[in-house]
């Protein structure tokens, strides 16, 4: 092998690894629908209640950096919708939950309806705009 082939062979593994990063970075940030088989006991949370309309339910660490931030948007976004409630749940001492709900990241953002449900799921950080219409479908679909 000359030093041309072994240079186009690096460069082809650097491009292909940059690729894949580049999808699942890009697929980690979009909602998943989530197949309603469970309900949310907000106790088990440490809530007394859910939202009447929906719940954001944001799980975090002490050690996240981008969880603040994601804090203060969905609060914003709850704040700004009737019926709507933001639970942020700290899994740095719960490792329970963390494994119930399948976090592996944080922050992780599901979005209940007025039952419990898991409607969609958001790894990483959230784009508002995606929060926005995933909650007026959750919403919308209580409503009828």
Do not use: Y
Request: charge should be neutral; hydrophobic fraction near 45%.
């Amino acid at each position: 092998m000359t030093i041309v082939d072994a240079v186009l062979l690096l460069t082809a593994l650097l491009a292909v690894t940059v690729g894949v990063g580049l999808f699942l970075r890009w697929k980690q940030s979009r909602p998943r629908r989530q197949n309603p088989d469970e309900v949310v006991e907000p106790q088990r949370l440490g809530a007394p209640a859910l939202g009447e309309r929906a719940t954001l339910l944001q799980f975090s660490t002490e050690m996240c950096s981008r969880c603040p931030g994601v804090h203060r948007v969905l609060g914003s976004i709850a704040d700004a919708h009737d019926g709507v409630l933001h639970l942020d749940v700290d899994l740095t001492h719960r490792p329970d939950i963390a494994k119930h709900f399948h976090v592996l990241q944080t922050p992780t953002t599901l979005i209940l309806d007025r039952h419990g449900v898991v409607q969609t799921r958001f790894g990483g950080t959230p784009n508002r705009n995606a929060i926005e219409l995933e909650l007026d479908r959750v919403t919308a679909a209580a409503a009828v």
